[in-house]
């Protein structure tokens, strides 16, 4: 069974940084590409980042720059680290798993609130 689960989100002051994490059961994580999305409330989900399984790594516009991508692949773990957190960045965080075409698996999402 296929488990992705992830942690770190939470209330954070504007200008703040957040880790989020996720880790990963049940594939073989280092064959994975690794994806962070997120969906704020009444938008539809976009791509914020990916590290691929080599590790090359791609940012949305809007976090390149603060966010930084990165996985431990000995630990099965992929993280999201968020740094001058922006009001505009609050919405529910999912790590995605990808091997080819017919292997894509999701978390159950963490929230990222950034408010003073």
């Known amino acids: 069974q296929v488990q992705l689960v992830e942690s770190g989100g939470g209330l954070v002051q504007p200008g703040g940084s957040l880790r989020l994490s996720c880790t990963a059961s049940?594939?073989?994580?280092?064959?994975?590409?690794m994806n962070w999305y997120r969906q704020a409330q009444g938008k539809q989900r976009e791509l914020v980042a990916t590290?691929?399984?080599?590790?090359?790594?791609n940012y949305s516009d809007s976090v390149k720059g603060r966010f930084a991508i990165s996985r431990d692949n000995a630990k099965k773990t992929l993280y999201l680290q968020m740094n001058t957190l922006k009001p505009e960045d609050t919405a529910v965080y999912y790590c995605?798993?990808?091997?080819?075409?017919?292997?894509?698996?999701w978390g159950q999402g963490t929230q990222v609130t950034v408010s003073s």
């Open positions: 590290i691929i399984s080599g590790g090359m790594t």
């Open positions: 995605n798993a990808v091997f080819g075409r017919s292997r894509n698996f």
């Open positions: 049940g594939i073989v994580f280092n064959f994975y590409d």
